[in-house]
């Protein structure tokens, strides 16, 4: 395969990534509209009802997960950027320019970031579900078989999820990566 396909495809890469940032930061902001639209409990209990502090810390939750999201996207997009302008040395027929920064290495660094903040991120909309979960159904430890249920359904899930996506992800984009060099 040729650098120009090998470019491309790391590119396309890079943009499936971009693609589940995005996607996760909509279910992220769904989140904070739902609980935004409706703080109150469901459980009539007083002892089952969270705190301030829970939703303040469900709120934090959501935007450091939004932060997350939004570092690995710019990442990623900084580093297409970087590849089209490869791209279109090649399409001019310049050789690639010796010397500057060590671009293996800042490239490297870059996808390391990418997919650590993506996966962080993830980490972080599960905890913000969870607080989601805390605030609406009562607190895990007043024992109600729905909030227990809800709870050990996402993190069962989700923890599953992140066990799929978060190798997946790194092996595509490191994989894609090394056919560089």
């Not at 829970?54 to 710019?74: A, H, P």
């Amino acid at each position: 395969m040729d650098r120009k396909k090998k470019i491309e495809k790391f590119q396309t890469v890079l943009d499936d990534l971009v693609n589940v940032n995005s996607l996760f930061t909509f279910a992220m902001f769904i989140g904070i509209s739902f609980v935004s639209a409706n703080p109150h409990s469901l459980v009539s209990q007083k002892e089952c009802q969270t705190s301030q502090a829970t939703r303040m810390l469900l709120m934090l939750d959501e935007v450091v997960s939004f932060v997350c999201f939004l570092l690995s996207s710019i990442v990623a997009t900084a580093l297409k950027m970087h590849l089209s302008t490869q791209l279109s040395e090649i399409d001019d027929h310049h050789e690639p320019k010796p010397g500057g920064l060590p671009m293996k290495g800042l490239r490297s660094f870059m996808i390391t970031v990418s997919v650590a903040s993506s996966v962080l991120g993830c980490v972080y909309l599960t905890l913000s579900m969870f607080n989601v979960i805390r605030v609406l159904l009562g607190n895990i430890t007043c024992g109600d078989s729905d909030t227990v249920q809800a709870a050990g359904a996402l993190i069962a899930i989700n923890v599953l999820a992140l066990l799929v996506y978060a190798p997946s992800m790194g092996y595509a984009v490191f994989q894609s990566h090394s056919m560089l060099d």
